[in-house]
């Protein structure tokens, strides 16, 4: 029996994506967290940029559950607003841009805006809000959600974040740079391979298969060379996601 949890794991696998000295766009949820965790242990120069327009190093000294909350706001680096936050992605500034979404699909475009037929939707989903721009303009995008066969599609209904769009050179002819390059979810990890940026497995975590992942994929889920068991999450790593997420809110 693992000593952690699905969440742990997600939430430690996503701040392993995060570099030392590197600016990060902080979605909301489990990489605020994440964020919290890169910094403590292996990326103590990282930036973190939030929507709503708070820059700050250290994580927050409190429990947060938003990224608004008063905690990140207190000794940030900086509190304005979102459009000189959401300026830095189009000074080309951010090196990498964490978003959710409902839909993904084998080129990592993201939806969050329809399910079903866009004039008549089964669901309508939030929308957007920053995540097209985070999408399109930063050096990489990294996704996090769960895996179900539903969520993971063959195409997505509503492009609402630009992934490799048709695959191929498709997000280079719309003139956008950067792209997907991780998607964590509860079972495993994808990135893209090959001249196609189809997503393919890269790592499946402990208790879990490659079977069972490729049974939970809306498309012929291929294995990335070298795919192997994602590592679970060490005692540093714990102990530091502890120490952010203090009420155990978002790694139960």
């Given at each position: 029996m693992a000593n952690y949890s699905i969440q742990e794991l997600m939430i430690v696998a996503a701040a392993r994506e995060i570099r030392d000295g590197e600016v990060i766009f902080v979605g909301m949820r489990l990489p605020i967290t994440a964020y919290g965790v890169a910094r403590l242990t292996h990326a103590p120069n990282a930036v973190g940029l939030f929507e709503c327009g708070i820059a700050r190093y250290a994580p927050a000294d409190g429990m947060l559950y938003t990224m608004s909350d008063p905690p990140n706001q207190e000794n940030a680096a900086w509190t304005s607003g979102l459009v000189p936050v959401m300026s830095q992605l189009q000074r080309g500034r951010v090196d990498a841009g964490f978003i959710g979404g409902a839909e993904i699909d084998r080129y990592g475009n993201i939806n969050t805006s329809y399910i079903g037929d866009f004039g008549n939707p089964e669901v309508?989903?939030?929308?957007?809000?920053?995540?097209?721009?985070?999408?399109?303009?930063?050096?990489?995008?990294?996704?996090?959600?769960?895996?179900?066969?539903?969520?993971?599609?063959?195409?997505?209904?509503?492009?609402?974040?630009?992934?490799?769009?048709?695959?191929?050179?498709?997000?280079?002819?719309?003139?956008?740079?950067?792209?997907?390059?991780?998607?964590?979810?509860?079972?495993?990890?994808?990135?893209?391979?090959?001249?196609?940026?189809?997503?393919?497995?890269?790592?499946?975590?402990?208790?879990?298969?490659?079977?069972?992942?490729?049974?939970?994929?809306?498309?012929?889920?291929?294995?990335?060379?070298?795919?192997?068991?994602?590592?679970?999450?060490?005692?540093?790593?714990?102990?530091?996601?502890h120490a952010i997420d203090k009420d155990g809110f978002w790694r139960s």
């Open positions: 309508k989903l939030p929308g957007s809000g920053g995540a097209a721009d985070i999408a399109a303009m930063s050096k990489r995008l990294l996704a996090i959600m769960n895996h179900e066969k539903r969520r993971l599609v063959e195409r997505v209904d509503y492009v609402t974040s630009p992934g490799y769009l048709n695959g191929g050179t498709g997000r280079t002819e719309a003139g956008i740079a950067g792209g997907p390059a991780a998607v964590i979810t509860d079972r495993a990890i994808l990135r893209p391979h090959g001249d196609d940026h189809e997503l393919h497995l890269a790592s499946v975590h402990p208790e879990h298969t490659a079977e069972e992942v490729r049974e939970h994929t809306g498309w012929n889920l291929k294995d990335m060379p070298g795919m192997a068991e994602t590592p679970p999450p060490s005692r540093e790593e714990l102990d530091a996601l």
